[in-house]
């Protein structure tokens, strides 16, 4: 079955450093996403992405993130200058068109630990 | 601001019987409603959805009932399984072009043997 691939599944880095978080999408499917969970919270929209622009983000996808598709098969996420109340648990997704009947498929996430 | 409000943080099922996971929401521009289920260290797995034309949608053991009037829907699981233990999320979208999903905080289900 298909997969969304994250990496790493771990990152620990300190507080005002940069940090790329990396996702491979299902080759077919045309909308990606990020989102995040701080413990013990809900799950949180950051910032959908389609035909290579944003299409739409959340009032936590501030100037200290971006995300990019590179090349065919990557989507990342970054976040410029880190604080500690970025340390979360960060999942990409991806779907094709019948949101409803599909969903989204998620990766197994990126723990992200701000220090 | 919790638009989907999942009020049960845990339940628990003895196996064999029936499941039934609750959910209310506050925004009446939500046109679709997700149900994901999580194990730890995995990302949310879809499970079923249901689109606000409809009151009922069903998938094996799974069945999703909306009631449009109260914001309520309700995720119903039977027979429940010991591997139905897990975190389960109600989420929602506003259709309109949107792909964002707005998540409830999930309810963890343990399903005893």
């Known amino acids: 079955e298909p997969e969304v691939t994250q990496t790493p599944s771990h990152q620990v880095t300190q507080m005002g450093q940069e940090v790329i978080l990396r996702c491979v999408p299902i080759?077919?499917?045309?909308?990606f996403y990020w989102y995040r969970q701080i413990l013990g919270q809900k799950v949180e929209f950051l910032v959908s992405?389609?035909?290579?622009?944003?299409?739409?983000k959340s009032e936590i996808f501030d100037d200290q993130f971006s995300v990019e598709r590179p090349d065919g098969s990557n989507f990342t996420l970054k976040i410029r200058s880190t604080k500690l109340e970025d340390s979360a648990m960060y999942f990409c997704?991806?779907?094709?068109?019948?949101?409803?009947?599909?969903?989204?498929?998620f990766g197994s996430g990126t723990r992200l630990t701000v220090v | 601001d919790q638009q989907v409000k999942q009020n049960s943080p845990s339940l628990s099922v003895q196996e064999g019987r029936i499941s039934i996971l609750n959910c209310d929401y506050t925004?009446?521009?939500?046109?679709?409603f997700l149900w994901y289920k999580k194990y730890p260290a995995e990302g949310p797995t879809f499970l079923i959805s249901?689109?606000?034309?409809?009151d009922k949608n069903e998938d094996g053991r799974f069945t999703v009932f909306l009631n449009k009037s109260a914001k309520h829907l309700s995720l119903h699981i039977v027979p429940s399984q010991p591997g139905d233990s897990a975190v389960y999320f109600c989420?929602?979208?506003?259709?309109?072009?949107?792909?964002?999903?707005?998540f409830g905080k999930g309810t963890k289900l343990s399903v005893i043997p």
């Open positions: 249901i689109s606000s034309i409809k």
């Open positions: 992405f389609y035909n290579n622009e944003i299409s739409e």
């Open positions: 080759s077919n499917h045309l909308y």
């Open positions: 989420a929602a979208n506003s259709g309109a072009g949107s792909y964002q999903l707005t």
């Open positions: 997704a991806s779907s094709g068109q019948l949101l409803i009947n599909y969903g989204y498929t």
């Open positions: 925004n009446s521009m939500f046109d679709y």
